[in-house]
Nanobody, 124 residues
């Protein structure tokens, strides 16, 4: 079992930055691929970013490429999402997720564990 706890969300003006963190329980964090997804009520869950267990492989959703950066610190059992140049359309609840096997994935159905989410609100 892996428990995930997100933090770092909040209210920011357009053009600003936030860094989300996701702390994971357990001793085998590096064996999990990690992903960030976001959800707005009434819309489908959207892929944001993913990173492999080693950190060597990353991928991003088209809407965040060049603005967001995913990283991980396996010694701290934590994955991060650095969000720059934020736009009002980035407003959502952001979730981190973990999938056993260490591979990155853009598909939410590939993930085994999910955090409770953290709200990000970008004002115009």
């Amino acid at each position: 079992q892996v428990q995930l706890v997100e933090s770092g969300g909040g209210l920011v003006q357009a053009g600003g930055s936030l860094r989300l963190s996701c702390a994971a329980s357990g001793r085998t964090f590096s064996s999990y691929g990690m992903g960030w997804f976001r959800h707005v009520p009434g819309k489908e869950r959207e892929f944001v970013a993913t990173i492999s267990g080693s950190g060597a492989t990353t991928a991003y959703g088209d809407s965040v490429k060049g603005r967001f950066t995913i990283s991980r610190d396996n010694a701290k059992n934590t994955v991060y999402l650095q969000m720059n140049s934020l736009k009002p359309e980035d407003t959502a609840v952001y979730y981190c997720a973990a999938r056993a096997g260490g591979f990155a994935s853009e598909s939410p159905t590939r993930y085994d564990y999910w955090g409770q989410g953290t709200q990000v609100t970008v004002s115009s």
